[in-house]
């Protein structure tokens, strides 16, 4: 009996209505959940240098030269997208045009690469290459080649890089002569009087014969013709090639405006008496086929930016005055040789450092 009295006591202490000093029951240890496994490591794309995206961007235009349309569309992001002068397509539209032109067995065409730039930041890497695409002969087409520049965009997914976007644009000198017809016909940015240093070095000269170098739409060019100069103007943009001739109509004299480009025309030997290279870029390999073009006595004019100038070293390129210096500094007389701050006739005609130099032949 005194067994089962203590057993009913000590029930009674941990029932639930027990009086607030019966001793504490204690607790039932909680149940210990499963711990989640740890997820799995992000799958992450190796870093590329200049050369990985050189090589990986030489590989992606491989396959599309051989109308690889599997390789193609195995090499391209999920947002791929292509971008060629006015026109794109995604990734269903470019494999199927690979795949069309492997089921017209069209030839692989091929690829010769220069002037090739990277440029990788965090988590992209852009590739800009110059291009001659080699197209051979198909049907009643004939080979040809194209020229342009292409650009890929990289991008990593998950373990991969990706090209998230491709562009081609016209390069050679179908882009150049684009370029500068827009550019003159526009009329922007650029002086539309002959240039200061030209007006003032033939003032009270006899005339001669002339030779504007990028003519453009033959400022200098008709100037020197009204002073009596038998004048040849040439350059690539035959659009200002035409406003030339048109001003020289107005101006009643006689201009030949010949389409050519810089460096393949044949300047001749001994034939100008002057020869201007006004805003027609730094060329110091055209200076000695200029020199030979000269006869004695002749006058060489140009004037450019400086080659420490804000608008050189944004792209445009600038003289050494040293160089000019040396390259006439024997069997010719340099009547002008300077580096001034003044308002260039170029680049929206702002302030910056130019190169003035004019040289006479001996």
């Not at 009329?187 to 000269?205: A, C, E, I, M, Y």
Request: aromatic residues 8%.
């Amino acid at each position: 009996m005194r067994t089962a009295a203590l057993l009913i006591v000590a029930l009674a202490a941990c029932a639930p209505h027990a009086a607030a000093t019966a001793p504490a029951c204690p607790a039932a240890p909680p149940e210990t959940a499963a711990a989640p496994p740890p997820p799995a490591p992000t799958p992450t794309a190796p870093k590329l240098d200049a050369q990985a995206v050189i090589a990986q961007s030489h590989a992606f235009f491989d396959a599309i030269d051989r109308e690889d349309a599997d390789a193609v569309r195995a090499a391209v992001g999920p947002s791929y997208v292509y971008a060629s002068e006015a026109r794109y397509a995604d990734a269903d539209e470019m494999t199927k045009s690979l795949q069309n032109m492997r089921d017209r067995k069209m030839p692989a065409r091929t690829r010769s690469w220069d002037d090739e730039h990277v440029f990788v930041g965090d988590g992209v890497a852009i590739f800009v290459g110059h291009s001659i695409q080699h197209w051979p002969a198909f049907e009643d087409d004939g080979a040809y080649d194209e020229d342009g520049y292409s650009t890929l965009v990289w991008t990593p997914v998950g373990a991969e890089w990706k090209v998230a976007h491709a562009s081609w644009s016209r390069g050679g000198m179908d882009a150049e002569r684009a370029r500068w017809n827009d550019w003159l016909t526009s009329g922007r940015g650029f002086n539309k009087q002959p240039n200061q240093l030209l007006v003032d070095t033939v003032k009270g000269r006899k005339p001669g014969r002339a030779l504007d170098i990028a003519t453009g739409q033959g400022r200098n060019a008709v100037f020197l013709a009204t002073r009596g100069w038998k004048t040849t103007g040439i350059d690539t943009a035959d659009a200002g090639l035409r406003i030339a001739k048109e001003q020289a109509a107005k101006e009643k004299v006689a201009l030949d405006a010949i389409e050519a480009d810089m460096d393949t025309y044949d300047y001749g030997k001994a034939k100008w008496d002057l020869v201007a290279l006004i805003y027609a870029g730094a060329r110091v390999d055209l200076l000695e086929r200029i020199k030979a073009s000269l006869k004695k006595g002749g006058l060489f004019v140009t004037e450019y930016f400086a080659a420490d100038s804000d608008v050189a070293k944004g792209g445009a390129g600038g003289w050494n005055k040293a160089d000019l210096d040396a390259a006439f500094g024997t069997g010719w007389k340099i009547l002008k040789s300077e580096e001034i701050e003044d308002n260039a006739d170029w680049a929206g005609q702002r302030k910056t450092k130019l190169v003035r130099f004019v040289a006479q032949k001996l």
